[in-house]
């Protein structure tokens, strides 16, 4: 996925970073989605398939206000495949 080219007509386009482990091995190959101040969500079961299903949801991730984008606009992958979905995290 990183060596793919960013979408050019992305209001944000999400940034990829590789990591070694998101301790879902149940659920096969894992994503995250994560940025300060908004709901983190781990994926689970997907595939090279997936990749066109994955970016398009990481956009409107990155598009929606806190982190929830609506239900109905996600990719079905997202709806059915959540592994957890994670809070913000306040630090005080």
Do not use: H
Request: proline share 11%; with cysteine; hydrophobic share 45%.
């Amino acid at each position: 996925m990183q060596a793919l080219p960013a979408d050019t007509n992305a209001p944000q386009p999400p940034v990829i970073k590789a990591v070694e482990c998101l301790s879902a091995c149940a659920r096969g190959c894992a994503i995250a989605l994560a940025r300060p101040g908004s709901w983190t969500y781990v994926y689970g079961n997907m595939s090279e398939a997936d990749v066109a299903d994955i970016l398009l949801g990481a956009q409107g991730y990155v598009a929606s206000a806190d982190g929830i984008p609506p239900w109905r606009e996600r990719p079905t992958i997202f709806r059915k495949q959540c592994v957890a979905r994670i809070p913000p995290l306040e630090i005080v």
